[in-house]
């Protein structure tokens, strides 16, 4: 099978995914309990929300309690984390958000209080790479091309991202330092609006994730390389920019977290559900074909490790990057 007929399939089921399950739809079965309630900190049809709905007809077999994916978007993940809060702390509330939220907005977007506070981390649950874009009419075949192209602009070569602190901006500035390029960051409203301003030939390049995926097959795009440590194996002919920057890695996760006053009972009985779900082999490949998202369960000190040391690492690359 061609990539380009992979691709077809993935973009057309990850749009699928994205519209059979309305926010706030609840998967009926067992009555009797209140619902389990999914706060998702995005927008329907992306990775984030396509995870949500993948896991929420096995939560609901395993919980026995029917499992509600209700989508809170805006203010960068803030709105749904208010929703959390606002909830009473009785283990029928939980927060599906990506890292940013907890990782990157501490150190670009000040806020009286820390997002992490009166939060507990409950697990990670899978991630994702993301995907070097150009035009498909711009003469750029892979990262050498494009790096040559940077080199060679009188101006700095322009790229595009959903907003300033995005994981796609960083992992651009990370991946321009690593190659030693000039590049002129030019932030949109939402990573839409930079697809489309790819499309128009605003910017030259940028990183995007699924949502770039049907217009790539369509002949529109050109996927340059994958975020991802390796090539995948569902698109094995686009490179890794690890096989030209070795080590360079930038994979978005989503976590769930909870109210810290949950009880611990029900936070360990989340878990053990969370593990099994990811364990189910539907599940994972429902994952990889609709989002090319991957399980990645962590829990415990090592998540907690893991969610310190991104955010002293961005706060790191913050102070290297202002002014913004």
């Known amino acids: 099978m061609t ?6 399939q993935l973009g057309a089921a990850a749009l699928l995914g994205g519209l059979r399950c309305a926010p706030g739809h609840a998967f009926s079965g067992s009555s009797g309990p209140e619902p389990l309630e999914l706060i998702v900190s995005l927008r329907p049809g992306g990775s984030g929300d396509l995870l949500a709905r993948t896991l929420a007809p096995q939560l609901q077999q395993l919980a026995r309690r029917d499992v509600v994916v209700l989508n809170v978007d805006g203010a960068g993940g803030e709105l749904a984390r208010r929703r959390l809060l606002a909830a009473p702390a009785n283990g029928n509330h939980w927060l599906l958000c990506p890292e940013s939220l907890l990782t990157i907005n501490p150190s670009f977007y000040p806020r009286p209080a820390d997002p992490l506070d009166g939060l507990a981390a409950v697990a990670r649950l899978a991630s994702s790479p993301s995907f070097l874009l150009a035009r498909a009419d711009a003469g750029l075949q892979g990262v050498e091309d494009f790096a040559r192209a940077a080199r060679a602009a009188a101006q700095p070569l322009a790229f595009g991202s959903g907003g300033v602190g995005t994981l796609h901006h960083l992992a651009m500035e990370q991946l321009a330092a690593r ?60 490179p890794a920019l690890a096989e030209t920057l070795p080590g360079f890695e930038a994979r978005n996760w989503f976590g769930l977290f909870a109210r810290r006053e949950v009880p611990a009972t029900a936070l360990q009985q989340m878990r053990l559900h969370l593990r099994a779900a990811l364990d189910h082999e ?43």
Request: glycine residues 6%; aromatic residues 4%; without cysteine.
């Open 3 to 8: 990539d380009r007929r992979r691709l077809l």
């Open 179 to 238: 190659l030693g390029l000039r590049l002129l960051h030019v932030p949109y409203r939402s990573n839409t609006a930079a697809l489309q301003g790819l499309m128009a030939g605003d910017v030259r390049v940028m990183l995007a994730g699924t949502s770039a995926l049907e217009l790539v097959a369509s002949g529109q795009l050109r996927m340059l390389a994958t975020t991802a440590p390796r090539r995948l194996a569902t698109l094995p002919d686009v």
């Open 282 to 324: 539907p599940v994972q490949r429902l994952l990889r074909e609709r989002s090319q998202l991957q399980g990645a369960y962590l829990d415990g000190a090592p998540f907690a490790a893991l969610i310190d040391a991104e955010r002293r690492h961005f706060a790191s690359l913050a102070a290297r990057l202002a002014p913004f």
